[in-house]
């Protein structure tokens, strides 16, 4: 089929399409079946020699597209080179030598490393201090605890003792007054 063939059916077909959207009365299934009905056959090589010239229209040739490369790598050459000089204009304005005016603090003077060793000293000797202060407070508190452990495990067998002698009366005599003024003196005994 000639491509303006295939044109030719397009707008009859359209035209048909028109018509019967126009009409007062609903277009049945069997109406639209003719229009759309129509066998299209198309040569895919006359359809491209025929549309092939209107598309080369717009687009570049090579030359042209040769032109355009060759100008945006001269931009990109000439940004670059640009680049660099700004840098190397940049690098020189940078000072070599820094003259250091005033005191600097550092290890630089003998004076320097003496305070900063004082320093050290100090700091290293206040937190063994205060370490050992506050290990001998947790010594004193383990010990407070231990004490009044002992006093209540104490209380509570002088108190199973006073119990037994009150519950058995005959057995008082095997247990002896127990208390700290003289009772340790009768195994002290020469």
């Known amino acids: 089929m000639n491509p303006q063939d295939l044109f030719n059916d397009i707008k009859a077909m359209k035209a048909q399409l028109d018509e019967l959207s126009q009409r007062a009365a609903p277009v049945t299934a069997e109406q639209l079946e003719q229009v759309i009905d129509r066998p299209i056959t198309l040569d895919a090589k006359s359809f491209a020699q025929h549309v092939l010239p209107d598309l080369k229209k717009g687009l570049p040739d090579t030359a042209a597209i040769e032109q355009a490369a060759d100008k945006a790598a001269s931009r990109i050459a000439q940004t670059a080179d640009q680049a660099v000089q700004n840098f190397e204009k940049t690098a020189q304005r940078i000072p070599r030598h820094v003259r250091v005016t005033g005191d600097i603090y550092g290890f630089t003077t003998w004076y320097a490393a003496l ?46 003792i006073q119990d037994y002698k009150r519950n058995n009366p005959t057995y008082t005599k095997l247990f002896p007054r127990y208390d700290d003024q003289g009772f340790w003196d009768q195994f002290n005994r020469p």
């Open 115 to 160: 305070v900063y060793g004082v320093i050290l000293t100090l700091v290293v000797f206040g937190a063994w201090f205060l370490c050992d202060y506050y290990r001998e407070q947790a010594q004193e508190t383990v010990i407070y605890k231990q004490a009044q452990e002992i006093s209540r495990e104490r209380d509570y067998y002088y108190n199973q």
